[in-house]
């Protein structure tokens, strides 16, 4: 990580699997072993409803797995299939070029983003926090600050010791998400004076929120009432670099 505080003025910590991307953190798994993807679907839809922890779910996950994701499967599923919103790398380099760290806080896989970035699919961020579950040797293009997200509350933490070490005040902070597994973190991020954004809302991060009087202060793209069916159509009409004008106004001064 950079060792100057104030090298960033302010930070954005985001989800990425159905929240910048309308893919899901299994999806490179059921593309090389299509045979599992009922099992996997089922466990993301536990662990970000709540049912089950993050750990749970990798446990589940390591037991259906007939051998490891090699670079080569993890490419060829990136080749045929990496997808983010439109607008998302914009808006990453929109952040960067101004001194706004953005930060990749999410349950998808450290092996997935270090191919991501390897293979230059989205601009490199500075900090990443993911799961560990798929991890390959380190590369000059994995992002400088790897931290591992083992449950759904770690994205609190590891945005918190971000936060600490850049010295970053606490109406510079900004915390977005999709699903309940976000819940933890908009929970962190309410006491900590953080900006919370709902990004394609499910019901799950809404009822997790309402139940615990967490506030979502701004809602962009698609939001999902109960039992509501994805969208993915008309998700993939929003443009996040539409999310400049408030961000500015969010982060006064950026």
Not at 23 to 45: K, M, Q, T, V, Y
Not at 135 to 146: F, H, I, K, S
Request: glycine residues 10%; charged residues 25%; hydrophobic residues 40%.
């Amino acid at each position: 990580m950079h060792d100057r505080v104030g090298t960033f003025n302010a930070v954005i910590s985001s989800d990425w699997s159905e929240c910048l991307s309308p893919s899901g953190p299994f999806d490179f798994i059921a593309f090389n072993h299509p045979h599992l993807e009922a099992e996997l679907s089922r466990a993301f839809r536990r662990y970000t409803g709540n049912e089950i922890t993050l750990g749970e779910a990798g446990q589940k996950i390591r037991s259906l797995l007939p051998g490891p994701v090699t670079e080569e499967m993890m490419d060829a599923y990136l080749d045929r299939s990496f997808a983010a919103y439109p607008g998302v790398a914009d808006l990453i380099e929109w952040c960067l070029s101004r001194g706004i760290l953005f930060m990749i806080n999410t349950t998808a896989m450290i092996g997935y983003f270090q191919r991501v970035f390897a293979k230059k699919l989205l601009p490199r961020v500075p900090v990443l926090s993911a799961n560990p579950l798929v991890r390959y040797a380190a590369r000059g293009t994995d992002p400088e600050d790897v931290r591992e997200l083992n449950e759904t509350r770690d994205k609190g933490k590891n945005t918190a010791a971000v936060v600490q070490h850049f010295g970053i005040p606490a109406g510079r902070i900004v915390v977005m998400g999709d699903r309940g597994g976000d819940g933890p973190h908009f929970e962190w991020a309410a006491p900590a004076g953080a900006f919370t954004i709902g990004s394609m809302t499910k019901h799950s991060l809404s009822s997790y929120c309402r139940d615990r009087d967490i506030p979502i202060r701004l809602r962009f793209g698609v939001s999902y009432g109960e039992g509501e069916g994805r969208d993915l159509e008309k998700e993939k009409r929003f443009d996040f670099m539409d999310l400049v004008e408030p961000l500015q106004a969010i982060l006064t001064g950026c």
